[in-house]
């Protein structure tokens, strides 16, 4: 049984769904054919990196009984020039809202993500540097070593 399933609408836009029964509407550019109906399928790849270290994240933090205020994650990439253009480095910054006391821990809790859990992380590093940092309360406070 497949674990996804990825059916052709119109012009450029198709539709996934996952064996979990969840929907997402992919499409291109305009410049590409497309009529920007869905997302595209490289911001996919750094959606799931987000979703998968940031479920990590707050599962090690909830161990840990820390509190953030707020987390989020930005993440962008940068591709190579020609085909395929995959992602050589992808940027992506923690950024929490919590108790300056904390800081150690949520560092913690973003290494064993990068370093041993998050799979979409283990995947992607093999194709492209993760370059990591950590803010906390709008201050920088790691750069972690490029995962790759």
């Not at 996934?16 to 291109?28: A, F, I, L, N, Q």
């Not at 509190?67 to 930005?74: A, S, Y």
Request: glycine content about 8%; hydrophobic content about 35%; proline content about 4%.
């Amino acid at each position: 049984m497949p674990i996804a399933t990825v059916k052709f609408e119109t012009g450029m836009k198709f539709t996934g769904e996952s064996g979990s029964g969840h929907t997402v509407m992919m499409d291109s550019a305009p410049e590409s054919g497309g009529q920007n109906q869905g997302v595209r399928p490289m911001e996919l790849l750094l959606l799931a990196l987000g979703g998968c270290t940031g479920i990590d994240v707050i599962s090690i933090l909830n161990k840990m009984r820390i509190k953030v205020e707020n987390f989020q994650m930005d993440l962008d990439g940068t591709r190579q020039e020609e085909h395929p253009k995959i992602f050589r480095t992808i940027q992506l910054n923690y950024r929490f809202t919590a108790e300056p006391d904390t800081v150690e821990k949520l560092s913690r809790a973003v290494h064993l993500s990068q370093e041993k859990y998050c799979s979409v992380s283990g995947m992607l590093s093999q194709a492209a540097r993760i370059e990591a940092r950590i803010y906390l309360n709008d201050e920088l406070v790691e750069t972690l070593q490029p995962v790759s």
